[in-house]
């Protein structure tokens, strides 16, 4: 893949980086992401993941957006109120960066659901166990990288996991059921 022109002068602090580099940068403009949960993990998450040009970012929440989501969840306001989170997620990162596609699900994860094709990691960020470790049984199966992260008050965790090496634990590994 080459970049054009616009794009090397858009990712031009990543090209100079030696462990990035041009190919690097293609690399990442040909990644997918699947972000599950666009609240106060998945908001910052998406900005920078758009920002730094991967190329496909698909966002899976069922949420609409509250009033008492905006002192945490950066991308919404006021006028977002009632609106599902995926739709102004998605519009706000098509803004960040027009070079990605972003592809919406406004759903939950249910037990039989399976990882989009293609997906080359997994970042969780959902609200509720019962998610989470579904989330992780599905990237397990489909040997996916699973970045799990989670705040609760003050405290903060997050965890890359790929639990179908056999010298690496998976999240379920990690909390149990």
Known sequence: ????????????????LRDIGGAGQA???????????????????????AAAGVGTLTIIDDDVISLS???????????????????VAADMARRINPDVQIITRAER???GATLPDGVDVVLDG????????????????????????????????MGTFRGWETDK???RCFVGD
């Open 169 to 171: 634990p998976c999240y």
């Open 69 to 87: 989501n905006l002192q945490r969840q950066v991308l919404y306001s006021d006028a977002d109120i009632g609106r599902l989170k995926v739709e």
């Open 27 to 49: 690399k990442i403009l040909s990644g997918h992401v699947l972000l599950v949960g666009a609240g106060g993990i998945g908001c910052p998450a998406l900005q920078y993941l």
């Open 109 to 111: 994860l249910v037990r």
């Open 126 to 157: 959902s609200d509720n166990f019962a998610t989470r470790l579904l989330v992780n049984d599905l990237c397990v199966a489909a040997r996916v990288p699973l970045v799990s992260a989670a705040i609760g008050q003050f405290h903060g965790q």
């Open 1 to 16: 893949m080459s970049l054009t022109d616009a794009q090397l002068d858009r990712y031009a602090r990543h090209i100079v």
